[in-house]
């Protein structure tokens, strides 16, 4: 039972303008006037009966105690008739309409609403609240459909009826108390019997909600406008009538011609959708994820710092430094123990900036942290001046009035830990500073970095141990012949070329050749008509930029080679490639020259350490390749030319190749074994290998343990019905 | 004078050998030729073994309400973020930018699996910035039942950027499953039921979205967004925030999965009993012919004669 005391800001859904709009007609219930089914307003019959006067709309579907309709035409001397009806016994139909007067519990009034025009309408005189156990008063309802009836309404000029309206009356009683109707409150109806939503799209109160048909408040006129474009199904007020299996409900169009045998008889109120029996039982939901309250814990305490756990102040919060986070710079980010870092981050500066990490005090630098044994270490500051400022500030555009003038910004923060067991023993932090000058914006480059060190120095790495890691340097060397470590191999590296902004060999920087990655690189030499009439100079000024890249004469077999062993230590051999068509040099034109430099790296697998394959460089060979230069005058463009001293850009490039020495496992391949690929089960679909397949390796779906368990079974099944069939019998009789 | 069969009855002729004789080999060579070759033939026509099945199976995807948003603000670098992750939007300072978002699931079919996720985003901007480009980052929790039970945390990835300042990035697409291995055919999986982004970490390093991508993509069990056809709107009102929706449908799909241990089996024994009718008659005629031409010597026996001696 549904009892609501608060107010419901919503158009009563049982109201004295329940039937106002037009289109209720396909409402209409054909379940209890089974005379009237198949016909429609629109059918001539509705207006055939009257044609001065009639009614709109002629039939109507009354849910609610009033109903109203309008009585159109010719109404000056129209008498109204009320009466019961019910459907004929034997023919289903209603009787035709006729004038005299029945009693019924309903009230007839008419109002005059234009000059062709009465408004009819009903109300019924009866409580519907329902009675209560063994309540005797005749003003309540027994039952909980309070009132089913047919009513028809005549029309009658001079004793002949004129027009007809038809009634359906389908009333539930209310659960609420009679006087709970009074004022504001909203009357719920029982929601067992009745929908509570009879019309949802009806959402503005005391308004016409647009496209919502079954909107009380919308007049016939405004339902006119968008009455083709009603808004559909359940939210539109579009509720089916009666569910389709039961009798009443047969139609000659839809229903197979077994219906009437199968249908069901139940009583209307009998919801299909809530049941006699349905008492609005629940489960309790489980609860989804959810946006969390964002909580932010407080670092945990730590007695000793191992890998990765955060490194504290006295006070027990998060020491921070700029790090990269999402992928951009955030400030105050924690600094893990023993994880070193080095980010760049890019500020784009309007003003001078004023707080961290931007300008910084010694004195907020020089700032005290647990040094994870008890302790305290202080960071030590040390203040270095910034010269060159082309490292951090990129793209500002030089004007002559520089605008800003910013001093002491704080530009690079290198902290370096020295660390020892479970703790630190010192912090050094390295703060540069500079003066920054520009107009309106610049981007500004700031570096943070922090390396930690156990010991005094970082000692140089070793590329492997022993066989070379992918990714480490390749280790060169060159002979010791001075000084007290003679016989010794010095360690360097070998080069690539690393071009940096303009590309040109003047600025270009070089980078150590890593194990394992081919690479290649380049950069520019401008070179003039006048350069190219000096090709011996021109041709050694290309070699020694080449040879600066490879000062090493061995290369380290292994990844730890040790300097006083020369067998840790490959001759790296030097070649110089005749380029195939020889051409003299002319004037404006030189030959072999050197302009590209191949290192050729030939590594083998010499052992297995634990499973793991150890890679040594087995030889290392240079090879240059001569190219012909000449100034392309063609196209126009016969500036360099024509000016000795114009310069044309010519390539000088350098790349690096591994090779694998593959290691012969086993015989080699005979003719068969290649050619005949039914054995191969990489090459062939169809394979003589796969054959048993559930009981092979090549099957994955279950352990092999299980797989082979399962095949015993099915050939112990297979033993046992061969036994007892035929051959064996026939065996047995051999024998006997 | 026509004759005719007044009555027949058949004959059994038994042809008797022992055991060490030709006519046994015989026997075998018809018994193999009988058996061995329907499953040869079989074989070797393809499609023997199931190697692969397929399955349709709604999954059961939850968002997880775990969101990474970074929105470039200025051609030159600027941004803003947000997350739901608190630590990481204390160390994100005065980039942080708080938006409102509302995110729906819907269940159009009832059956308690998620349909469609509508996720909207409203990004507040300042007058003098304007959004060049987007990175959104959700997390969903993905469940399968109908073979082996999968439970695993994955995740959705939305970014688009233009020359051009936005003022809507529309996003409509389906959350796939990528699968670089088979699933097991039964059993738990969840392997992969970890977080996809570490929240609980205090360090910058956690929220890198290069590395959550590289260790999410080492998964051989992943999901992506596919949205082919994301729409950026430009021309954004002033004092209005950007803007971006996203609606990821989570659909029907077809794991693969390596079968059991019986079901390999069962269309190689339809196919071998399909070849073994017409490779029945013909050693079985063989067998007919060479005993009663006695082209390996044996004893034939009326059928009852043995009995009775």
Redesign the interface.
């Given at each position: 039972a549904t009892y609501l005391d608060t107010q419901v800001e919503r158009a009563p859904p049982v109201g004295p303008n329940e039937e106002d709009a037009g289109a209720k007609c396909n409402r209409l219930r054909p379940s209890l006037l089974p005379g009237l089914r198949g016909r429609s307003c629109g059918t001539p019959h509705c207006r055939s009966t009257a044609p001065p006067s009639v009614f709109q709309p002629s039939r109507l579907t009354a849910t609610g105690p009033d109903v109203s309709a309008l009585l159109l035409g010719h109404t000056s001397d129209t008498v109204l008739s009320l009466r019961s009806v019910s459907p004929s016994n034997t023919t289903g139909l209603i009787g035709s309409p006729s004038c005299g007067n029945g009693v019924t519990q309903w009230v007839l009034t008419t109002v005059q609403a234009g000059k062709n025009a009465v408004w009819v309408q009903l109300r019924l005189r009866k409580n519907l609240r329902l009675c209560g156990k063994n309540e005797t008063d005749a003003d309540c309802c027994p039952k909980p459909l309070c009132v089913l009836e047919t009513l028809q309404v005549s029309a009658c000029v001079g004793g002949t009826p004129r027009a007809s309206l038809l009634i359906q009356a389908e009333i539930h009683a209310r659960l609420v108390p009679a006087n709970a109707g009074a004022g504001n409150k909203t009357i719920i109806p029982n929601q067992v019997y009745q929908p509570l939503g009879s019309c949802p799209c009806d959402l503005t109160f005391r308004a016409c909600d647009i496209r919502c048909c079954c909107d009380k408040d919308c007049s016939v006129e405004e339902v006119k406008l968008f009455v083709s474009h009603c808004l559909p199904g359940p939210f539109g007020g579009q509720v089916p009538a009666a569910p389709g299996y039961q009798c009443s409900e047969q139609s000659s169009a839809n229903s197979p011609d077994w219906f009437p045998f199968l249908c069901v008889n139940s009583p209307p109120e009998n919801s299909p959708y809530l049941g006699l029996f349905y008492q609005g039982d629940t489960i309790t939901s489980k609860p989804g994820p959810s946006f969390q309250s964002p909580v932010l814990s407080a670092p945990l305490p730590v007695r000793a710092y191992i890998q990765g756990s955060p490194i504290l102040l006295l006070t027990d919060q998060y020491f921070t430094i700029p790090q990269r986070g999402l992928e951009q710079c955030v400030n105050n980010a924690p600094v893990p123990f023993l994880e070193n870092f080095n980010v760049n981050c890019v500020t784009i500066l309007r003003s001078c900036p004023a707080g961290l990490p931007l300008q910084t005090q010694p004195t907020n630098l020089s700032i005290t942290l647990k040094d994870g044994q008890g302790g305290d270490v202080v960071v030590d500051v040390i203040d270095e001046v910034a010269i060159d400022m082309s490292l951090f500030i990129s793209n500002t555009v030089a004007t002559l009035d520089e605008g800003l003038v910013c001093e002491n910004v704080t530009l690079a923060l290198d902290y370096t830990f020295y660390w020892k067991g479970n703790g630190l023993t010192n912090v050094t932090l390295t703060r540069t500073v500079g003066t920054i000058t520009f107009n309106t914006s610049v981007a500004l480059t700031t570096r943070y970095s922090a390396v930690f060190l156990n010991g005094d120095l970082m000692s140089e790495p070793n590329s492997g141990n022993p066989g070379y890691q992918v990714g480490r340097p390749v280790i060169a060397g060159t002979l010791d012949t001075l000084g007290n470590k003679s016989g010794s191999v010095q360690r360097t590296s070998l080069n690539v070329w690393k071009p940096v902004s303009d590309g040109l060999c003047s600025t270009a920087e070089s980078k150590p050749v890593l194990f394992g990655e081919n690479s290649t690189s380049g950069c520019l030499l401008p070179v003039s008509r006048q350069d190219l009439t000096r090709c011996d100079l021109l041709r050694d000024a290309v070699t020694s930029l080449q040879a600066a890249l490879i000062t090493a004469t061995y290369v380290a077999k292994s990844g730890n080679p040790d300097p006083l062993i020369m067998t840790d230590w490959a001759n790296i051999s030097f070649v110089t490639l005749n380029s195939s068509t020889t051409m003299d040099d002319t004037t404006s034109s030189c030959s072999g020259v050197p302009s590209h430099q191949h290192i050729h790296v030939l590594s083998l697998i010499t052992g297995m350490v634990e499973g793991r394959a150890q890679r040594d460089i087995h030889s290392l060979l240079v090879s240059y390749t001569l190219s012909h230069w000449a100034l392309d005058c063609g196209g126009g463009d016969s500036s360099p030319c024509m000016d000795p001293l114009e310069t044309k850009l010519f390539p000088i490039t350098s790349s690096v190749t591994f090779t694998d020495i593959p290691i012969s496992t086993g015989p080699p391949k005979t003719r068969f074994q290649v050619n005949f690929t039914e054995y191969d089960c990489n090459r062939n679909d169809v394979c003589w290998p796969e054959l048993a397949f559930p009981m092979t390796k090549y099957y994955t779906g279950e352990p092999y343990s299980q797989s082979l368990a399962k095949g015993l079974i099915l050939i112990f099944f297979f033993i046992t019905a061969s036994i007892l069939g035929t051959p064996w019998r026939q065996i047995r009789q051999a024998w006997a | 004078m026509a004759f005719y069969d007044v009555y027949s009855h058949p004959a059994l002729i038994r042809y008797k050998t022992?055991?060490c004789t030709k006519a046994t080999l015989f026997l075998l060579v018809v018994?193999c030729l009988t058996y061995i070759s329907p499953l040869l033939v079989a074989?070797?026509s393809?499609g023997?073994?199931i190697?692969r099945s397929t399955y349709e199976e709604q999954p059961d995807v939850?968002?997880?309400?775990q969101t990474?948003l970074?929105a470039a603000t200025?051609p030159?670098?600027?941004?803003v973020?947000w997350?739901?992750f608190?630590?990481?939007?204390?160390?994100?300072?005065a980039?942080l930018r708080i938006p409102s978002?509302s995110v729906r699931e819907d269940d159009h079919n009832r059956d308690g699996k998620s349909d469609l996720l509508i996720f909207r985003l409203q990004l507040p901007i300042k007058p003098e910035e304007q959004v060049y480009s987007v990175q959104l980052l959700l997390t969903f929790?993905y469940k399968l039942f109908r073979m082996s039970t999968v439970v695993m945390q994955s995740l959705a990835y939305v970014q688009h950027s233009s020359p051009v300042p936005g003022a809507k990035l529309s996003v409509s697409g389906d959350l796939r499953l990528m699968q670089r291995t088979?699933l097991?055919?039964r059993g738990l999986h969840d392997v992969y039921n970890v977080s996809v982004i570490d929240g609980s970490s205090?360090?910058?390093?956690?929220?890198?979205?290069?590395g959550i991508i590289r260790r999410y993509q080492e998964r051989n069990l992943t999901t992506v967004l596919s949205c082919p056809m994301p729409v950026w709107t430009v021309g954004r009102a002033a004092g209005s925030p950007f803007q971006l929706d996203a609606e990821i449908r989570l659909l029907h799909l077809l794991p693969p999965?390596?079968?059991?241990?019986?079901e390999?089996?069962k269309p190689p024994g339809i196919q071998n009993f399909g070849f073994f009718f017409p490779f029945f008659g013909l050693p079985q005629g063989y067998r007919g012919f060479f005993s009663q031409t006695q082209f390996f010597p044996t004893v034939p026996v009326r059928a009852g004669k043995a009995h009775r001696s």
């Open positions: - | 022992s055991v018994l074989y070797r393809h023997f073994w190697k939850r968002f997880q309400y990474l970074v200025s030159r670098g600027d941004y973020a997350s739901t608190p630590r990481l939007n204390d160390m994100l300072g980039n978002v929790s088979p097991p055919h205090p360090f910058a390093s956690a929220y890198n979205l290069d999965f390596p079968p059991g241990f019986w390999p089996l």
